[in-house]
């Protein structure tokens, strides 16, 4: 007896240790696209609404529908003694998947992209925790009313690429620091960045299709709150705006399995040029939708994009196992994810006829084959 609630309790520890280990892991890819984000906009930041708040920045997020669109940068009141890591799109195999943000006791790789205001590309360097008040730095972030400030010289770097890896992405790997953060505990985005998100992709202004990388609503003083005093304009767009070559439903990828942003980075740097990330697939093979009755076995369904923004839409999603196509290697990354109803195969035509009954019972025979089928 005591031998048997030994083993169980040594069980449910290794379940619980397996299920806390999950929550220190970084989230990874949980949506991919074959075309890249536009540059961030160029804005200023809104005044810090009061002590607690921590700038969380702006950032290209996608609807299947419509594309990318814009969510504002925002002060938000933080974990204490936790920071906010921020997402980012990161180019791997020919699409670029969006790594979500966290919080955390230190800053994680976001790709190297230079979101301003204290997220450089490394590290953050617009405030800091002293205990249990946050501290802000006076030199990189706009704050009026409030006492816990110091100052310390950044350099900013103008660079407004909003993407790792690939053809025109930036070029940066976790730092060693940056890896162990990834193996801390982390804690989910906030319910009201969540909501901030989802609000964001309500406005049909804030998508790149209308605003062509110039959003009216840059940043906001307070989550979800589009409109008053706190609420700021792009300048500028970060580069010129180029709309995608193909739909957003086609450039939609299927969603990628988690991993280490250490592990996916790598991949990507070692690739030179993104292949086809711009150009509609063109399998043909692969058709939209199965005809009733007239499926053939190995025909594959083109899975339309069901993931609309919700609040929990950077939520790593569950992979779709891309199926390979006869030509690898002209078509390296237009497979169309396996349908979910996977097509009912059909019984393959006769090329004979069996004799009738009556005759097999008269003992006539068939006819013989010849050599060579």
Same mark, same amino acid.
């Given at each position: 007896m005591?031998?048997?609630?030994?083993?169980?309790?040594?069980?449910?520890?290794?379940?619980?240790?397996?299920?806390?280990?999950s929550?220190?892991?970084?989230?990874?890819?949980?949506?991919?696209?074959?075309?890249?984000?536009?540059?961030?906009?160029v804005?200023?930041?809104?005044?810090?609404?009061?002590?607690?708040?921590?700038?969380t920045?702006?950032?290209?997020a996608?609807?299947?529908?419509?594309?990318?669109?814009?969510?504002p940068?925002?002060?938000v009141?933080a974990?204490?003694?936790?920071?906010?890591?921020?997402?980012?799109?990161?180019?791997s195999?020919?699409?670029?998947?969006w790594?979500?943000?966290?919080?955390?006791p230190?800053i994680g790789?976001?790709?190297?992209?230079?979101?301003?205001?204290?997220?450089?590309?490394?590290?953050?360097?617009?405030?800091?925790?002293?205990?249990?008040?946050?501290?802000?730095?006076?030199?990189v972030?706009?704050?009026?009313?409030?006492?816990?400030?110091?100052?310390?010289?950044?350099?900013v770097?103008?660079?407004?690429?909003?993407?790792?890896?690939?053809?025109?992405?930036?070029?940066?790997?976790?730092?060693?620091?940056?890896?162990?953060?990834?193996?801390?505990?982390?804690?989910?985005?906030?319910?009201?960045?969540?909501?901030?998100?989802?609000?964001?992709?309500q406005?049909?202004?804030?998508?790149?299709?209308?605003?062509?990388?110039?959003?009216?609503?840059?940043?906001?003083?307070?989550?979800?709150?589009?409109?008053?005093?706190?609420?700021?304009?792009?300048? *500028?767009?970060?580069?010129?705006?180029?709309?995608p #070559?193909?739909? &957003?439903? +086609?450039?939609?990828?299927? %969603?990628a $399995? =988690?991993?280490?942003?250490?592990?996916?980075?790598?991949?990507?740097?070692?690739?030179?040029?993104?292949?086809n990330?711009?150009?509609?697939?063109?399998?043909?093979?692969?058709?939209?939708?199965?005809?009733?009755?007239?499926?053939?076995?190995?025909?594959?369904?083109n899975?339309?994009?069901?993931n609309?923004?919700?609040?929990?839409?950077?939520?790593?999603?569950?992979? *779709?196992?891309?199926?390979p196509?006869?030509?690898? #290697?002209?078509? &390296?990354? +237009?497979?169309?994810?396996? %349908?979910? $109803? =996977?097509?009912?195969?059909?019984?393959?035509?006769?090329?004979?006829?069996?004799?009738?009954p009556?005759?097999?019972?008269?003992?006539?025979?068939?006819?013989?084959?010849?050599?060579?089928?």
């Amino acid at each position: 007896m005591k031998m048997h609630r030994s083993v169980c309790c040594l069980v449910f520890a290794v379940i619980m240790s397996c299920l806390c280990a999950s929550s220190f892991a970084q989230v990874a890819v949980g949506i991919s696209v074959r075309v890249a984000p536009p540059a961030l906009p160029v804005y200023t930041q809104p005044i810090c609404p009061g002590a607690g708040y921590m700038w969380t920045p702006g950032y290209w997020a996608w609807n299947d529908d419509a594309g990318y669109y814009w969510v504002p940068g925002t002060w938000v009141v933080a974990p204490v003694g936790l920071l906010w890591t921020p997402g980012y799109w990161g180019w791997s195999d020919g699409l670029y998947g969006w790594h979500r943000g966290y919080w955390g006791p230190h800053i994680g790789f976001y790709g190297g992209v230079n979101y301003g205001f204290g997220y450089g590309g490394v590290g953050f360097a617009g405030g800091e925790w002293r205990g249990r008040s946050f501290y802000y730095n006076r030199s990189v972030t706009n704050i009026t009313h409030v006492t816990n400030v110091y100052n310390k010289t950044v350099i900013v770097n103008e660079n407004h690429v909003a993407f790792n890896g690939g053809e025109g992405g930036v070029k940066a790997r976790p730092t060693h620091e940056e890896e162990r953060a990834e193996h801390e505990h982390h804690k989910e985005p906030l319910a009201a960045q969540t909501r901030h998100e989802h609000m964001a992709s309500q406005n049909r202004q804030n998508f790149a299709s209308a605003n062509h990388g110039r959003p009216a609503i840059a940043a906001t003083a307070k989550p979800g709150v589009f409109k008053g005093k706190g609420v700021v304009a792009a300048k *500028s767009a970060g580069a010129p705006y180029k709309a995608p #070559a193909i739909s &957003p439903k +086609q450039a939609r990828g299927p %969603s990628a $399995p =988690a991993a280490k942003h250490a592990s996916a980075v790598a991949n990507a740097n070692n690739k030179s040029k993104p292949a086809n990330h711009t150009s509609a697939p063109t399998n043909k093979n692969n058709t939209s939708s199965n005809k009733a009755n007239g499926s053939r076995p190995n025909t594959v369904s083109n899975n339309k994009a069901q993931n609309t923004v919700r609040p929990n839409e950077t939520h790593a999603a569950k992979a *779709s196992t891309p199926r390979p196509t006869s030509h690898p #290697a002209s078509q &390296p990354h +237009q497979d169309a994810p396996r %349908s979910n $109803p =996977a097509p009912r195969p059909v019984a393959q035509h006769q090329s004979t006829s069996q004799p009738p009954p009556h005759e097999q019972s008269m003992g006539k025979a068939a006819p013989k084959q010849g050599k060579g089928r």
